[in-house]
């Protein structure tokens, strides 16, 4: 059984920074594309970041620049550092395979205000 762990979310004000984290367990993690994604009140889920088996990074423009994704693959982990948080940014961030191949987890609640 697949399970998705976020965690690190939390109240934060404008221009702070957060690290979250995503524990992974039931699949073969190192094989996978995986990213991190954010859904804010009455909007649909949208791809923040990806990272893929061999580093290569991607972001979403507005998200360029002040979001950071890693990995480690031998904790089974994936981790998205955000910096620069704007109000904009307030948001449940979730990780999954790029293909969203899992079901998806509790997600952590990030949010952005002074």
């Known amino acids: 059984q697949v399970q998705l762990v976020e965690s690190g979310g939390g109240l934060v004000q404008p221009g702070g920074s957060q690290r979250l984290s995503c524990t992974v367990s039931?699949?073969?993690?190192?094989?996978?594309?995986w990213a991190w994604y954010r859904q804010a009140p009455g909007k649909q889920r949208e791809l923040v970041a990806s990272?893929?088996?061999?580093?290569?990074?991607s972001y979403a423009a507005s998200v360029k620049g002040r979001f950071t994704i890693s990995r480690d693959d031998a904790k089974n982990a994936v981790y998205l550092q955000i910096d620069s948080l704007k109000p904009e940014d307030t948001a449940v961030y979730y990780c999954?395979?790029?293909?969203?191949?899992?079901?998806w987890g509790q997600g952590t609640q990030v949010t952005v205000s002074s």
């Open positions: 990272i893929s088996s061999g580093g290569t990074t």
């Open positions: 039931g699949l073969r993690f190192s094989i996978y594309v």
């Open positions: 999954n395979t790029r293909g969203q191949i899992a079901s």
